[in-house]
């Protein structure tokens, strides 16, 4: 069964605290994505990586940072988390190329900034 | 960017059939419509997509208007599981990633 997990459903932290998030996946997938959840706005694309050490930014990629050093793991990193970062975040890893673009997700992180 | 618009939410019988439209008038010739769901407490999980002709598979059938301005996704026997937040997406041809979220259609299923 393929497994895309999160480190933490539910995490709160104070404004101007350095914030980790971690997902990883066990598929063996190069591309990973991090995104944002707030109601009425569906998912916004924060940044993604084609592979290993390779990252692009996404739509709203302000006050965050990413990480890949292995295949699997892909960090989300709020340098100094303000309040208006209080979102479900959802990481998401897909296999690339054709016109299939099956992403498959981890199950969320809750995250307030207090 | 084309974006999709979708009723916030709609309510159906068990099973019976259900179809959630999606208006994508601005869509481009090379995008494609994708279609995820998202159960309470969970992440997306992938349904069905297609480009230009209808599709089906063992969990929906994606109906794609001629002109491609809009769709319809068909759940053909709704259960209580079926109970989600569905989201019509357009992924940008020129784009091997970039997916466009609308912001969804809460399906309501009553037993």
């Known amino acids: 069964d393929v497994k895309v997990t999160q480190s933490s459903r539910y995490l709160v932290k104070r404004t101007g605290e350095k914030v980790f998030l971690e997902c990883v996946q066990d598929?063996?997938?190069?591309?990973m994505f991090w995104y944002r959840q707030d109601p009425g706005l569906g998912l916004r694309l924060i940044y993604f990586?084609?592979?290993?050490?390779?990252?692009e930014k996404g739509d709203i990629p302000e006050g965050y940072s990413v990480s890949r050093e292995k295949k699997e793991r892909f960090s989300l990193i709020l340098e100094s988390a303000s309040t208006n970062q209080t979102s479900m975040y959802l990481c998401?890893?897909?296999?690339?190329?054709?016109?299939?673009?099956?992403?498959?997700f981890g199950p969320g992180t809750r995250l307030t900034v207090l | 960017d084309a974006k999709t618009t979708q009723p916030n939410s709609m309510e159906s019988n068990e099973e019976e059939p259900v179809h959630l439209p999606c208006n994508h008038s601005?869509?481009?010739?090379?995008?494609?419509i994708h279609w995820y769901r998202q159960l309470p407490s969970q992440g997306p999980e992938y349904v069905i997509h297609?480009?230009?002709?209808?599709v089906n598979n063992r969990m929906a059938s994606l109906a794609i208007a001629e002109d491609r301005k809009s769709s319809t996704l068909i759940l053909h026997r709704a259960t209580l599981r079926d109970a989600a937040v569905y989201y019509c997406?357009?992924?940008?041809?020129?784009?091997?990633?970039?997916?466009?979220w609308g912001a969804g259609t809460k399906l309501i299923i009553k037993p």
């Open positions: 598929m063996d997938h190069e591309n």
């Open positions: 990586s084609y592979d290993v050490k390779m990252k």
């Open positions: 997406i357009l992924r940008r041809g020129d784009s091997n990633y970039q997916l466009i």
């Open positions: 297609g480009l230009t002709s209808n």
């Open positions: 601005t869509i481009s010739g090379t995008d494609y």
């Open positions: 998401a890893s897909r296999t690339p190329g054709g016109d299939y673009n099956e992403q498959f």
